[in-house]
């Protein structure tokens, strides 16, 4: 029965399992870089769905579904853009401390 | 005389002594001799204007009345509208004679013996606001207006007791007075709330007639007269609320004899005499028996006396209980007969006793006197006459009369009552006759006192031979011209006119008469055998006596009693709600505030630091756990991410479950 | 193919690259030149904006645009990010940041606000998400705007962090949603709701629960509001404005289409009965209501004991986010209108707020409240704006703040939500404490005695004026501002597309 | 130009002008404003038909014209006796305040132009008849007292003023809730408008009053009930008050006391009781038995106060307990004597907070214990002092004895005997602290500290300006009481009392 | 013939691509979340990565596919890279996580997995058929970027948000070269 039909949820149970894994990430790393890690675990995961779901629905007109692909794509940019701001940033305080232990980002308190 | 003749008398009347206040308080420093002849003039003019409507009710007999207003003062409801207005009768005018009459020899009394003290002018001013404040109070037409000069008196007398204000003694006394007669208004004041109520109007006839009818359910109609009495009880300082009228002797002596003896105590009196159409049968047992207890009580207190002013306090104490019996018996004549004749000899008395005070320098310990009558003949034989008529020595003096028909009045209806009247009796003129001896009989016990002492001055003793002279013949004078006219406008309560209709079948009824009699007699010749002629035979009954005497001495504790009962209790408690207004009202407001903020504190922990708030939320206990919780100090981004995240978690968790 | 909508974007994008221009061609040396660009732009895109044609179709006929939908809400928010912009650069041009802003700021500020723009068009989850990223992007940077400070830093890299997982969080509900709806548009979205099979789903929970999660990141909700505070202190203040405004109300546009589409149409008002407890609405809607108590109250008591005035208007603005939200909970054409007008009467009162917070730290260099004191002395015409605006801010009449609070509940109560209401209100009370303190370090608080009379610039005055005179003036006359926010509200059930 | 809106406004012009010119000026400003208003007033009672049933000098005007309702909030101000005769105190009691804040010396500019602001947020209140200016009068009062308290108060000045604000507001909610669910329910935001549904609902027999639901009615009367309580203050919601007034400086203790505290119970007569007639017979019980506590324990807790000021701010929340109590009998007798205890304690108060203030600006302390035998270096003063000790305790002569007994006989006539008959009691504890305190402070023996001439002066002129005026209207109040009885009466006697008492017969079927 | 006892598990090439496609982006994910040195967890994310692109084509989406290729792996992931480079110089820096957070951590993603996995299981969704045969997509992903009525404004707005980034991060990076 393991082995029948490959369906939409087996997908959606590994995005879920990335999913998962990217918050694991994020909640217990120390370094800044690794929970960006988690984060493009994440998103990826999302984008499994996103590209699940286009090939689980009937075709019209023998087109293509594609809706979730673009939205795939759009997430690509944005993940690549998102990366490049965020490493500007650690390494911009690196820069000043030497340090990316999130954990020591503590200046800012009552 | 015309209506409208009266009605300006009784203006007059008024006017005069307000008139006189409100000049002598402003302007008496300035005027001749501290405006003293202005207050004199002004109260004489009430005087002359008060023997006149005196005159006019004698005329009119027993029937005269006259209501002036009612005039509309305030309208609380569309049903009730509170007036003002003028009652004249037969009691009234006999109180406006009494009133101010003694008043206009006090003062003129006080010219002499207030003498050099700095406030003499603001003296007379107070007399002049006491004055006018009981005259309001006897012409009062209904029972809120009478209670306006009810209070009024009261502030006067707090004001005069406390005239030396600059000793503790005074004011502590004034203060006494005025809260121990203030716990007796809130009878009143509860009576004015219930017949406010129920009757929409104060005033006197419509009171009565709406009780005569039956308007006033039977409980609340007992519980005004209950708290009629118990406003008068406090002001004429009936048991248990006596206790502030000796202390009160700490004001100046002519007070004394004005206030505390004369007339504002008889306010008690008159108005029990006044509101009695009202009063229900269990209400008169209650103030009969009052009456006869403080009688008795007072009696025994005032045999171990040693200041001169304290035995005349408890006198009045006393007296004021006759009164009360015989209004509670129903000998409503008597009483209110015995008011006047007792206004005018304790009158005469307490001036008496302010003349040897005076001419003795300020002296007032009986124990420190003795043989003063060849000092001051004139004050020893107007005060024996005032003993003698206190004692009720027959025929010849007032208080026979009086006191006879109160006597008379009980035995009629319960001779239990009798037994302690007489009882009192005897005990009066023992005790007086001892004050008498002790200050004017036998040897002079303190030469220093004895040496200096001297007769008063005209302004003085002329007072004194006038009250005397009234002592001796408005008793036999009175009783049969001066008829008291019964409250008008009601039908009496049944057992009211029984109670007369025994009143008048046991009235001068041989056996009660000379049993009064005998007892009067009997209590001065006792008084002066022990206290003059056997005096150091009698030494030896002392030791077996002595607790009695002790309990007397010490007033029965009822100072004491008051203080642990009632005084402390109110001050602890007032103290109690201080700390739990402080820490647990506002304390509840503030530990919501606090609260709030160290909730804050904890909702906000990654600023303050969690260990901050934790710690401070569980006040400081668990110090030591700061080590534990230092892992998760402030400002951490995982921290926050975690939270969020594991929160989300928890949400679906939740979600899911449910 | 009508490309109205997208004028004030072109306007925008058009400026983007201006400044750019101009700051590569001058070297950087005319940041005046730099900032009357983009200045220019923003009123451009905001001017036209209002003139759009389609304003004039009352009707509420929309142009579509593939992904984009234009409508009187959308209008208005454009025009409220490109105001809330404007004063950003203008606050930043006279603030403690730096002295003058340099193209980068210029650009990123611009872009953010195209990203509010489209956000407040979008009405398909792609543009959306796109939208969304285009206004926290260039956020992140301007955190980090002043480079050579730890804090500013600092402030950046929790900023991005945090952003980054809620961006995650939210494209993984997104990615669910076009699940559901089988493609990415809301009208799509909006069908499946209404076909009905949806809602029951459980996966539909976790779907809800997770885009709200992302917005509540936008909006700082509890429990995604961690980063504001520090992201504020860290912040310039002109820019912890714009963050507290403009990228607050982005997050409430999208969440107004996204509701829109998951709740349906304004639901008719409430029967009789005034004693409703839980809202009604599905998943979606109680996961906000939960979120609008606890945000106000958490916002609310944690501000009681900061002492920073930064963090305490970050903490502030993420309890005025709980009001907000219980717009949303509550959910109908009243409660959308009332949002409207909360937010305009919340950008006068916040950018006042910072801007007011800005002057003080560059006067005295610090920003805790101690360095208020005796300000009330000093500066009459400051403290009274400070004085107003916090009085606003805490919803006592006359002031804008209360007009809003007052409409604002009245709609909740309208819809039987009487004890959601009331703990609204007794959260006003609360705000009221920490507000007061700075009032109170300002008048009560005796500074030093001979500190000398600080005078505003004439700039720093007439720029405050702006902002606390319609507080005042909208607080006494606010009906027509009132009556222009029910008339745009009229336009949601448009909004819907399908419905 | 003889128009409410005159009246209540003129105090704004007076505070731009004394923002206009130098500060020098602004306490004639200030005197003279608040003069001119007590002027207007006065003329305001004059032209007044005593006759005539309703509001008079009515103006409306459109202000937010479609909130909610057709009409709108509209700028809707009326005056009918009730109002009257507290905007003739606040005016009275004002300018006696004016006065009395001569010798301000701190920020005098400031200080009198929030005074003004503050009495024109004080006459706003009682003549405003729309829902919403009223709730912004009653809330535009709290910004200069809260600033008031905190700049020119006392050493604890900053705790006071927001424990006052904070509480107020905490009141104000919840009024602003019951109002919110009022303007909801009935389209209409006029307050006689509410009222006469109100009066509708009770004679049609209808059950759910003017929200349609008894339950949500009562919810509402309890909220703004509480709103109005803090303000008057009742028990358990008093304790802002010693507080505020101890650390508020003399003048504005004196308009606290004297007319901020009247604002609840104007409140609760104007709009608690008429809007929910049902529900206030329903909470009968527990207002009296609140009002109870606050006036014996508050007369307790005064008693064993060592503070001057905070000894007189508790005997303001025990006499303030009469007004609760006359309200909660609801008869015509007990609200007679409510409104009258509003006036008579507004003058009263005022003066025993000036009396604390004079000794004050001379000892500089207020601790009990300390002074001693002040009457024999200050005479007039001691006359004065104890004058209004007296007529605070109730004497006749003065107002104060008219209230209390009419109170009580309305408190007694109502329905709950049991209750009046134990608030006597706090009359005997009322004459026990203040002749106390009487004694403590004036009699007895003068310490040496005191006997300095210099430095304890009698009372000045300027001092007498202030407290004989107030003594006046005492005393003319307690002997003409009719006068002021006759200008409320109305409002009480055709529309309050028949609309509780019908609300009673209903509530009883 | 011989081998006709054995089932026939042509059919079954699919699934079982998927299956060893799917172990290894979950283990590959799991080790870049919990692996203690941080570039173990870069070659986790790489392999995650791959994997995803391998799941992308298993479902027909091929230019996905090959862009996950290019921007994950060639871009986002070398990014990372280069962070890892520049900060993670000793040791030291990188930080071992307390055993309790990352227990706390591990709880929290377990407890999620099984609310989604039970959600998805038990959830249908009313868009999804049959698997459908795959298509070519990317002409149809090329019109769909320039067709207004498409993706031809988000398309556009994507460059501005590149830019933006650009700009930013530039902006911050070359402070940092500067100072």
Known sequence: MLLAAVGLNHYLLVGAALFCAGLVAVMSRRNAVAILIGIELMLNAANINLVAFDHFRAQIDGQPVIDGQLFVLFVLVIAAAEAAVALALILNVFDTRDRIDVDELDTLKG | MSDATLQTLCFVVLAAPLLGFALQYTLGRRLAKGGDLLTIGAIGASLVCSLLIAYEALQGGAEFTKTFGPWTWLQVSETSTWTIGITLDGLTAVMLVVVTLVSFLVHVFSTAYMKGDPKYGLFFAWLQLFSFSMLVLVLANNLLHLFMGWELVGLCSYKLIGFWSEKPAPCNAARKAFITTRIGDLGMMLAICILGGAVGSFEFEAIFAAAARGDIAEPWLLLAGLGLFMAAAGKSAQLPLHVWLPDAMEGPTPVSALIHAATMVAAGVYLIGRMAPMLTPDVMVVIATVGAMTALVAGLIAMAQNDIKRVLAYSTVSQLGYMFLGLGVGAWHAGLFHLTTHAFFKALMFLGSGSVIHGCHHEQDMRKMGGLRKKMPITAWTFLIGVLAIAGVPWITSGFYSKDGILSGAYGVNPLLFWIGLGGAVLTAFYMMRLYVMTFEGEPRDAQVHDHAHESPKAMTVPLIVLAALTLIIGPLAWHTLMLAPPTGVEPAALWATLQSLEAEHHHAGTVMWMAIAAGIGGLLLGWLVFHTRREKLAALKAPLAPLENAFANKFWFDELYDAVLIRPAYALGRAFKVLDERVVDGLVNLVGRGGVTTGDVSGAHDRGVVDGLVRAIGHACQRLGGVFSALQSGRVRLYLSISVGALALALLLEHLL | MDWTPIIPAAELTIGILAVIVVDLVGRGRHPWLTTGVALLALAGAAASAVLQPTLEVTDGAQTVLGVLQLDQFSVVFTVFCCVTGFVTILATVRGEAFKTPGGEFLVLILSAVLGMNLLAMSVDLVALYLAFELVSIPGYVLVAMRRADARSNEAGVKYVLFGAVSSAILLYGLSLLVGFAGGTSLAALGEAVAGGAVTTQPLWIVACVMVFAGFAFKVSAVPFHFWAPDVYAGAPASVAGFLAVASKAAGFIALIRVVGAVVGPAVPVAPDALTAFLPEGGALITIIGIAAILTMTVGNLAALRQTEIKRLLAWSSIAHAGYLLLLLTVWSEQAVAALLFYLIAYLFMNLAAFLLAGIVIRERGSGELSALRGFGRRNVGLSLAFAIVLFSLTGLPPFFGFAAKLQLFYVVFERGYVWLGVIGLVNGVISLYYYARVLSSLYFQDGESDAPVMRLSTFDAVFCTLLVVPILGLGLFWSGAWHWAQAVAEDLPLVMGVR | ?509 | MSLAFLPDLSGLIPELIFYGLAAMTVLAAIGAAVAPKIVHAAFGLMAAFFGVAGLYAMLGADFVAFSQIIVYVGGILVLLVFGVLLTARTEASLGLERPLRRAFALTTGAVLFFVLAIAIDSTTFPAATEASEPLPTTSAIGHAFLDPEKMLIPFEVASVLLLAALIGAAYLARRRRSS
Not at chain 4, 175 to 196: D, F, H, M, N, Y
Not at chain 4, 215 to 236: D, E, Q, S, T, Y
Not at chain 4, 311 to 323: D, R
């Open chain 4, 1 to 509: 130009m003889l128009t409410l809106t005159t009246l209540v406004f003129l105090p704004l012009v007076g505070m731009l002008l004394c923002a206009v010119l130098p500060s020098k000026h602004a306490r004639v400003i200030n005197i003279a404003t608040s003069a001119l208003v007590l002027v207007v007033a006065v003329l305001l009672w004059i032209r007044m038909d005593p006759d005539a049933a309703g509001y008079q000098f009515q103006e409306f005007a459109a202000w937010l014209p479609g909130v909610v309702s057709e009409t709108g909030i509209q700028y809707y101000v009326g005056i009918d006796g009730i109002g009257m005769s507290l905007v003739l105190l606040t005016a009275f009691v004002s300018l006696t305040a004016a006065i009395a804040s001569w010798n301000i010396e701190k920020q005098p500019k400031g200080y009198h132009m929030m005074f003004l602001l503050l009495l024109t947020g004080m006459l706003g209140v009682f003549v405003a008849l729309d829902l919403f200016l009223f709730y912004v009068f009653w809330e535009v009062m709290l910004l200069p007292m809260y600033f008031l308290i905190g700049i020119w108060g006392g050493p604890r000045r900053q705790y006071a003023s927001i424990k006052f604000f904070l509480y107020t507001l905490f009141g104000s909610v919840l009024l602003l809730a019951g109002v919110i669910l009022v303007v909801l329910k009935t389209q209409s935001w006029s307050i006689p408008e509410v009222t006469e549904m109100a009066r509708n609902a009770v004679a049609f027999g209808n059950t759910g009053g003017v929200l349609g639901d008894s339950a949500l009615c009562l919810a509402a009367f309890i909220g703004m009930f509480i709103g109005f309580a803090v303000k008057v203050p009742m028990f358990p919601f008093h304790t802002w008050l010693p507080d505020a007034h101890v650390e508020a400086p003399t003048p504005v203790s004196m308009i606290l006391a004297g007319v901020l505290l009247k604002m609840g119970g104007y409140g609760l007569i104007r709009i608690a009781y008429p809007f929910f007639p049902q529900a206030a017979v329903a909470c009968g019980l527990v207002i009296s038995i609140l009002s109870v506590i606050a006036i014996v324990y508050g007369a307790f807790v005064a008693m064993a106060q060592t503070d001057f000021k905070r000894l007189i701010a508790y005997s303001s929340v025990s006499h303030m307990g009469f007004v609760t109590l006359g309200l909660a009998a609801m008869t015509a007798q007990g609200i007679n004597g409510a409104m009258y205890m509003m006036l008579a304690h507004g003058t009263i108060s005022a003066m025993l907070f000036m009396i604390v203030g004079v000794i004050y600006d001379r000892a500089h302390h207020r601790e009990i214990a300390k002074f001693g035998g002040l009457a024999w270096v200050m005479p007039k003063y001691f006359i004065l002092a104890s004058l209004a000790f007296f007529f605070s305790l109730g004497l006749p002569g003065g107002s104060g004895f008219i209230a209390e007994i009419v109170t009580f006989v309305g408190a007694f006539a109502g329905p709950y005997r049991t209750l009046a008959i134990i608030a006597l009691l706090g009359i005997v504890i009322t004459a026990a602290y203040y002749l106390r305190t009487l004694q403590r402070v004036f009699l007895l023996d003068t310490p040496e500290v005191y006997k300095d001439k210099a430095k304890f002066p009698d009372v000045t002129g300027r001092e007498l300006a202030v407290l004989v005026p107030l003594l006046v209207v005492t005393v003319y109040m307690g002997i003409v009481p009719s006068t002021a009885m006759d200008l409320y009466h109305g409002f009480i006697h055709e529309t309050l009392v028949p609309l509780l008492e019908q609300a009673s017969e209903l509530g009883a079927k």
